[in-house]
Nanobody, 126 residues
Framework: QVQLVESGGGLVQAGGSLRLSCAAS????????MGWFRQAPGKEREFVAAIRWSGSTTYYADSVKGRFTISKDNAANTVSLQMNSLKPEDTAVYYC???????????????????WGQGTQVTVSS
């Protein structure tokens, strides 16, 4: 069983930065990708960014391209999300997720992930 624990959320002013981290433990050897999703109040959970665990191919939602950067540390079993130029519309609970299934295309769908963290709140004030 894989456990994912997020950290790094908080309150920041618009234009500021935050760095989220996700630590994975348990049976992680068969992981193919890790991703970040977010869910704002009253909205569905949406894709933010993902990275393949083998190699470093990354995927981003259009809304965060150029502002967010996903990275990984294979040795430490962590994935991070550097968020710059934050906007009030980035306010949401951010979830880390891992996928243990190989897909040839992008990893931007919730159904592609089988393990989820409990989430960390990010609030951006205007």
């Amino acid at each position: 069983q894989v456990q994912l624990v997020e950290s790094g959320g908080g309150l920041v002013q618009a234009g500021g930065s935050l760095r989220l981290s996700c630590a994975a433990s348990g049976r992680t050897f068969s992981r193919y990708a890790m991703g970040w999703f977010r869910q704002a109040p009253g909205k569905e959970r949406e894709f933010v960014a993902a990275i393949r665990w083998s190699g470093s191919t990354t995927y981003y939602a259009d809304s965060v391209k150029g502002r967010f950067t996903i990275s990984k540390d294979n040795a430490a079993n962590t994935v991070s999300l550097q968020m710059n130029s934050l906007k009030p519309e980035d306010t949401a609970v951010y979830y880390c997720a891992s996928s243990h299934t190989y897909y040839g295309g992008t990893y931007d769908r919730r159904q592609q992930y089988d393990r989820w963290g409990q989430g960390t709140q990010v609030t951006v004030s205007s």
